[in-house]
T-cell receptor, first 113, second 114 residues
Framework: ETGVTQTPRHLVMGMTNKKSLKCEQH?????MYWYKQSAKKPLELMFV???????ENNSVPSRFSPECPNSSHLFLHLHTLQPEDSALYLC????????????FGQGTRLTVV | AQSVTQPDIHITVSEGASLELRCNYS??????LFWYVQSPGQGLQLLLK??????LVQGIKGFEAEFKRSQSSFNLRKPSVHWSDAAEYFC????????????FGQGTELSVKP
């Protein structure tokens, strides 16, 4: 596999469920990101990880809990979500340093019912 | 405040016609600018990026963009559009020290008429 892979591609969950989104990058990068893409809104940066350490949390509700066990894997743990959390969740990775760019996965389409 | 504005939500062009997608940014430091494309059900693919140097940047798929500091703009152009270019296009500005930390515009959806 190459690039950035996200699983599952689609997820439907109830408001009381707990689920996790997985992201894996095969690019040798050391920075990873979660973005949220809602209808009618710009992509929003949620979390930033550099060398497995969280360096940014953009006021994301605690019902979203990220985990980065190593530089290649990133998870987003979900619990007690709300219907307005339904969105496309995109993972990205980049090399730390100057003038690099992000590579995005195909996203997980989440529907909260 | 840092922001990106794409004034056109939806544009329709005929196949073979030229294309220009507008992007304006507001950024306190020297901007690091990107254009990404997203096809339905897909992630984002980088078309091109600009930080410094020649203000006309060439990208993949025949796209180019021109940086105009005086107008705070970074418009995307293509001389002749193909049906396969139909997609959503996103302009973004970021930190040159952390290329994945981006502020995106709302996107422009491009439709191509045969």
């Amino acid at each position: 596999e190459t690039g950035v892979t996200q699983t599952p591609r689609h997820l439907v969950m109830g408001m009381t469920n707990k689920k996790s989104l997985k992201c894996e990058q095969h690019l040798g990068h050391n920075a990873m990101y979660w973005y949220k893409q809602s209808a009618k809104k710009p992509l929003e940066l949620m979390f930033v990880y550099n060398f497995k350490e969280q360096t940014e949390n953009n006021s994301v509700p605690s019902r979203f809990s990220p985990e980065c066990p190593n530089s290649s894997h990133l998870f987003l743990h979900l619990h007690t979500l709300q219907p307005e959390d339904s969105a496309l969740y995109l993972c990205a990775s980049s090399q730390a340093g100057t003038y690099t760019e992000a590579f995005f996965g195909q996203g997980t389409r989440l529907t909260v019912v | 405040a840092q922001s990106v504005t794409q004034p056109d939500i939806h544009i329709t062009v005929s196949e073979g016609a030229s294309l220009e997608l507008r992007c304006n940014y507001s950024y306190g430091a020297t901007p690091y600018l990107f254009w990404y494309v997203q096809s339905p059900g897909q992630g984002l693919q980088l078309l091109l990026k600009y930080f410094s140097g020649d203000t006309l940047v060439q990208g993949i798929k025949g796209f180019e963009a021109e940086f105009k500091r005086s107008q705070s703009s970074f418009n995307l152009r293509k001389p002749s559009v193909h049906w396969s270019d139909a997609a959503e296009y996103f302009c973004a500005v970021g930190d040159y020290n952390q290329g994945g930390k981006l502020i995106f515009g709302q996107g422009t959806e491009l439709s191509v008429k045969p």
